[in-house]
């Protein structure tokens, strides 16, 4: 089963389990934000997008105090993978669980559009059905995902390939005006050191489906719940 974490203004929740169970067939279920831990034999965690606790303060540093977050922290520590999805990302980075932290867009303006990704590394296991170098669309909505770390850290996310994802043009070229919001290094995934943490601002749950623009999200998903199933067969 996969944990789909629900805080007051979570509105990418449902978006993600009917991406997770209706097209990709895995046992995904929404947990509020209020109980103190993961359903047993939870198999891994993904905090979705919206407006958690209305963005106030920062977006994320709210949510990160949420009860559930204690145990997400444990699983994540014991190697369960999490994936955390634009405010996800937020939350994750908010709580330790990633490094930097997402700023307000370079324009202070809300974009939304399909973004145009390059795959930096795929060392993590989310990235397993992913090449470097391709070059993948999938949909961005956000007022703050403008990633920023200091320089050491960034320096680090490089040496460590821990940078999955970058906003790119369609032949691949990183460049600023495929940046859409000003993230450092054009950086729009990275994965914790051990790889089973994964945040990114784009959303995968939208590109799961050729109705809808386009499947590359899917493969991020699929291979978390490989990753996952992994996982719970070998514990």
Same mark, same amino acid.
């Given at each position: 089963m996969f944990a789909v974490i629900q805080f007051p203004g979570s509105?990418?929740? =449902?978006?993600?389990?009917?991406?997770?169970?209706?097209?990709? $067939?895995?046992?995904? *279920?929404? /947990?509020?934000?209020?109980?103190?831990?993961l359903p047993a034999g939870a198999?891994?965690?993904? /905090?979705?997008?919206?407006? $958690? #606790? %209305?963005? #106030?303060?920062r977006c994320g540093a709210m949510a990160r105090f949420s009860p559930i977050m204690a145990d997400v922290q444990r699983f994540a520590e014991r190697g369960g @993978?999490?994936? !955390?999805? &634009?405010? %996800?990302?937020?939350?994750? &980075?908010?709580?330790g669980l990633l490094p930097g932290a997402l700023r307000r867009n370079r324009d202070l303006h809300f974009v939304c559009e399909t973004a145009t990704l390059r795959v930096e590394s795929t060392t993590s296991p989310f990235a397993a059905e992913l090449r470097a170098g391709?070059?993948? =669309?999938?949909?961005?909505?956000h007022g703050e995902g403008c990633y920023f770390a200091h320089a050491d850290e960034l320096a680090s996310l490089e040496a460590h390939g821990q940078i999955v994802?970058? #906003? &790119?043009?369609?032949?691949?070229? /990183? $460049?600023?005006?495929?940046?859409?919001?000003? $993230?450092?290094?054009?950086?729009? +995934?990275?994965?914790? *050191?051990?790889?089973?943490?994964? +945040?990114?601002?784009?959303? @995968?749950?939208?590109?799961?489906?050729?109705?809808? !623009? !386009?499947?590359? +999200?899917?493969?991020?998903? =699929?291979?978390?719940?490989?990753? %996952?199933? =992994?996982?719970?067969?070998g514990a």
């Open positions: 509105n990418d929740d =449902r978006d993600m389990v009917h991406a997770m169970k209706t097209v990709l $067939s895995a046992d995904a *279920r929404l /947990v509020w934000h209020q109980d103190g831990a198999r891994g965690v993904l /905090v979705p997008g919206g407006f $958690s #606790y %209305g963005d #106030y303060l @993978p999490v994936l !955390g999805t &634009c405010n %996800g990302f937020q939350v994750l &980075c908010e709580a391709e070059v993948i =669309r999938i949909p961005i909505k994802l970058r #906003y &790119c043009e369609p032949d691949g070229t /990183v $460049s600023e005006a495929a940046n859409p919001n000003g $993230s450092l290094g054009n950086v729009a +995934g990275i994965t914790y *050191r051990a790889g089973n943490v994964f +945040g990114l601002m784009p959303h @995968p749950e939208h590109a799961v489906e050729p109705a809808l !623009g !386009g499947t590359d +999200g899917a493969k991020l998903l =699929r291979a978390m719940i490989a990753f %996952g199933k =992994r996982r719970g067969e």
